[in-house]
């Protein structure tokens, strides 16, 4: 197993490996540190899907929304 901190970097190396061959890609991650990347790449952008959070628990909405969602749980 590898650690929040080691996943997060081993994501970002592949994101930026993607991006130098310019690849089309969807990457899906739950790493937020990725988020970091639409800042510094023009062609890289952030979406998310829509997630309402109640007392029952998380309620999935499947609407994709650009930008990045930092929902607490």
């Given at each position: 197993?590898?650690?929040?901190?080691?996943g997060?970097?081993?994501?970002?190396?592949?994101?930026?490996?993607?991006?130098?061959?310019?690849?089309?890609?969807?990457?899906?991650?739950?790493?937020?540190?990725?988020?970091?990347?639409?800042?510094?790449?023009?062609?890289?952008?952030?979406?998310?899907?829509?997630?309402?959070?109640?007392?029952?628990?998380?309620?999935?909405?499947?609407?994709?929304?650009?930008?990045?969602?930092?929902?607490?749980?």
């Open positions: 197993g590898t650690s929040n901190m080691e997060a970097s081993l994501a970002w190396s592949v994101v930026e490996e993607l991006l130098f061959r310019k690849c089309f890609t969807i990457f899906a991650t739950h790493f937020v540190q990725l988020c970091e990347l639409e800042y510094m790449y023009a062609n890289v952008k952030n979406q998310h899907f829509v997630v309402n959070s109640n007392t029952d628990g998380l309620q999935y909405m499947y609407k994709l929304n650009e930008g990045s969602s930092h929902v607490e749980h």
